[in-house]
């Protein structure tokens, strides 16, 4: 497997590529497709050999391209717990960004306990869960060699309260073998303690 930091305007955006496939892991900001193509560039590929697109959130530094990238021929993965949030972010961006509206109709609509079987096609061996704590429908995907993309996640050195949500998140996040950590702002960490059970 082979990750790419091909991010842009303060936002990291990751491609893997798995040898058969392409998966980018957020579409960062509305209008700013030609600084993701220079990126891209980078890495041997271009924006139209990106097959799937999954974001993190709705944030408009994280989903504010969606559309842009399916026009493109990009396939986007929507999880079934992240619909809801939709809506909330394209009221936020009316007449302050340039955005193209994301279109229902042709997504790929996936319940997100069915995303192993889903990223097992593409020839990536993970899993994408939930994991709230910036906002309610943060999703963070985890591969099985221990690599996290985990969007806003707060990093988990800079945790304070032991009851929070995302305090709850990373305790999952390192029971799952979550080790070295890819964050959508800052750099790439490895996570200096392991899980160990409290029973």
Not at 100 to 119: A, E, G, P, Q, T
Not at 166 to 191: C, D, F, V
């Amino acid at each position: 497997m082979r990750i790419f930091n091909v991010g842009n305007n303060g936002v990291n955006l990751f491609l893997l590529d798995s040898g058969s496939h392409r998966l980018l892991i957020d579409s960062g900001f509305p209008d700013k497709l030609h600084d993701l193509g220079r990126r891209m560039r980078e890495t041997g590929f271009k924006v139209q050999n990106i097959d799937y697109l999954v974001v993190t959130h709705f944030h408009i530094d994280h989903a504010g391209a969606i559309q842009e990238l399916k026009d493109s021929g990009v396939k986007f993965v929507l999880f079934d717990m992240q619909m809801n949030y939709i809506s909330g972010m394209e009221k936020m961006m009316e007449g302050k960004w340039p955005y193209k509206k994301l279109l229902m109709n042709d997504n790929v609509v996936l319940n997100i306990d069915k995303s192993r079987y889903f990223l097992s096609t593409l020839g990536i061996k993970g899993q994408i869960f939930p994991t709230p704590g910036h906002s309610d429908d943060s999703v963070s995907l985890l591969l099985d060699t221990g690599e996290a993309f985990t969007g806003d996640l707060t990093a988990d050195y800079l945790m304070m309260g032991k009851n929070s949500v995302e305090n709850q998140t990373w305790t999952n996040l390192k029971k799952q073998n979550a080790r070295i950590i890819y964050p959508s702002h800052g750099k790439m960490y490895e996570i200096k303690d392991a899980y160990t059970s409290s029973e």
